[in-house]
């Protein structure tokens, strides 16, 4: 069974990036039919996608993030990692990792990690 | 920008039928979306409930299932049970690697 896993620092000073992790286990990260995924949740709010990461490198970033994210994969680690810069209040959130299956005529989050609380504040 | 829209909250009685659906702030939800829908329970990671509009996913007991209603996506549950009471999402594929999560419907159970 697929299992991810995020990691990454709990508290954030404001203005700074943060980095997070997700940790692959029970299956490849080089699977040509999966993007990997991050998607936020703001405290009482509802799922935002933040972006996703093919094994090629290919990139996708959600337009109103784009300018502060990167997503990266670690194909020999089986991991692919998040970081978010000039983080504000606004950022704080709960961090999901997911694997998004893509197929012809067919996409979706198809696993999801525990998820990591992040709080910015000085 | 695109929003993807859902009621913010219903009801539904213990055994009884609710439609939960998710439109386009411009435009209609065609299959062509890739509609899918996940159950969050407050605390708990997403789950995968419905995806290609009305495929049920690997566990999801037929009371679920999905459809296209109108110019929206729609999320029935028929024969409701205290369980389901959860937060749901759609999401919807925009093309582009851009994939819009609705707003949420929050789905209470009495």
Not at chain 1, 65 to 81: A, E, G, H, P
Not at chain 1, 85 to 111: E, P
Not at chain 2, 58 to 85: M, W
């Amino acid at each position: 069974q697929l299992q991810l896993q995020e990691s990454g620092p709990g508290l954030v000073k404001p203005s700074e990036t943060l980095s997070l992790t997700c940790s692959v286990s029970g299956g490849s990260i080089s699977s040509n039919s999966h993007y990997w995924a991050w998607v936020r949740q703001p405290p009482g709010k509802g799922l935002e996608y933040i972006g996703t990461i093919h094994q090629s490198g290919v990139t996708y970033y959600n337009p109103s993030l784009k300018s502060r994210v990167t997503i990266s994969i670690d194909k020999s680690k089986n991991q692919f990692s998040l970081n978010l810069a000039s983080m504000t209040a606004a950022d704080t959130a709960v961090y999901y990792c997911a694997r998004l299956l893509v197929l012809t005529a067919t996409d979706y989050f198809d696993f999801w990690g525990q998820g990591t609380p992040v709080t910015v504040s000085s | 920008q695109t929003v993807v829209t859902q009621e913010p909250s219903l009801s539904v009685s213990p055994g009884g039928t609710v439609t939960l659906t998710c439109g386009l702030s411009s435009g209609s939800v065609s299959s062509t979306y890739n509609p899918s829908w996940y159950q969050q329970i407050p605390g708990q990671a997403p789950r995968t409930l419905i995806y290609s509009t009305s495929t049920r996913s690997s566990g999801v007991p037929h009371r679920f299932s999905g459809s296209i209603l109108g110019n929206t996506a729609a999320l029935t549950i028929t024969g409701a049970q205290a369980n389901d009471e959860a937060d749901y999402y759609c999401v919807l594929y925009m093309g582009r690697g851009i994939w819009v999560f609705g707003g949420g419907t929050r789905l209470a159970v009495l």
